[in-house]
T-cell receptor, first 114, second 115 residues
Framework: RKEVEQDPGPFNVPEGATVAFNCTYSNSASQSFFWYRQDCRKEPNLLMS???SGNEDGRFTAQLNRASQYISLLIRDSKLSDSATYLC???????????????FGRGTSLIVHP | EAGVAQSPRYKIIEKRQSVAFWCNPI?????LYWYQQILGQGPKLLIQFQNNGVVDDSQLPKDRFSAERLKGVDSTLKIQPAKLEDSAVYLC?????????????FGPGTRLLVL
């Protein structure tokens, strides 16, 4: 089982739709979780952090389910500009010095059409 | 505030040649990361520095890849010799510290094509 798994999609949705992505992780000791957005041929940028049970920012809601070891990202009222790849990041593995090692999923592609 | 700077932005080389990438993190950021992102995949961590020390390099192919951050600020990543499968985007990121909740800020990346 991969450390961090995401459905690559693409998710093809009309404007105004609600769409949800899941990300599963294998390390039960993982401490922190993030969603990054990556536009085509650009660098990833932080969308949301997920520390405890979840986080909400406008149309975006991230949830954490520690028992089932997954995080989710919900996008309401999708806009054309939401079209991008959404990367899940899990800080789980520990380096020899005790710091956390970030692991990225492969990303989920979202296409919002008119 | 200036972001993470990387150069060059693009590089084309032939297999078995050497190449080096440079990264200057956000001022004051102690932690620096190098990632390799192959087309269609997520970024894969190659090496993580805290100031000028290596925190983790478990996924760095040390037979051909090397990285340094001598003065704890900017960093270079080198590939010697390059293979076809090294074609990827090399992303540099930085964060303020090592705490698990730290946000990473990414540079624009260097696109490497090995022919």
């Amino acid at each position: 089982r991969k450390e961090v798994e995401q459905d690559p999609g693409p998710f093809n949705v009309p404007e105004g739709a609600t769409v949800a992505f899941n990300c599963t992780y294998s390390n039960s000791a993982s401490q922190s979780f993030f969603w990054y957005r990556q536009d085509c041929r650009k660098e990833p940028n932080l969308l949301m952090s997920v520390y405890t049970s979840g986080n909400e920012d406008g149309r975006f809601t991230a949830q954490l389910n520690r028992a089932s070891q997954y995080i989710s990202l919900l996008i309401r009222d999708s806009k054309l500009s939401d079209s991008a790849t959404y990367l899940c990041v899990v800080n789980g593995g520990r380096a020899s010095g005790g710091s956390y090692i970030p692991t990225f999923g492969r990303g989920t592609s979202l296409i919002v059409h008119p | 505030e200036a972001g993470v700077a990387q150069s060059p932005r693009y590089k084309i080389i032939e297999k078995r040649q050497s190449v080096a990438f440079w990264c200057n993190p956000i001022s004051g950021h102690a932690t620096l990361y190098w990632y390799q992102q192959i087309l269609g995949q997520g970024p894969k961590l190659l090496i993580q520095f805290q100031n000028n020390g290596v925190v983790d390099d478990s996924q760095l192919p040390k037979d051909r890849f090397s990285a340094e951050r001598l003065k704890g600020v900017d960093s270079t990543l080198k590939i010697q010799p390059a293979k076809l499968e090294d074609s990827a985007v090399y992303l540099c990121a930085s964060s303020l510290g090592l705490a698990y909740q730290e946000t990473q800020y990414f540079g624009p990346g260097t696109r490497l094509l090995v022919l």
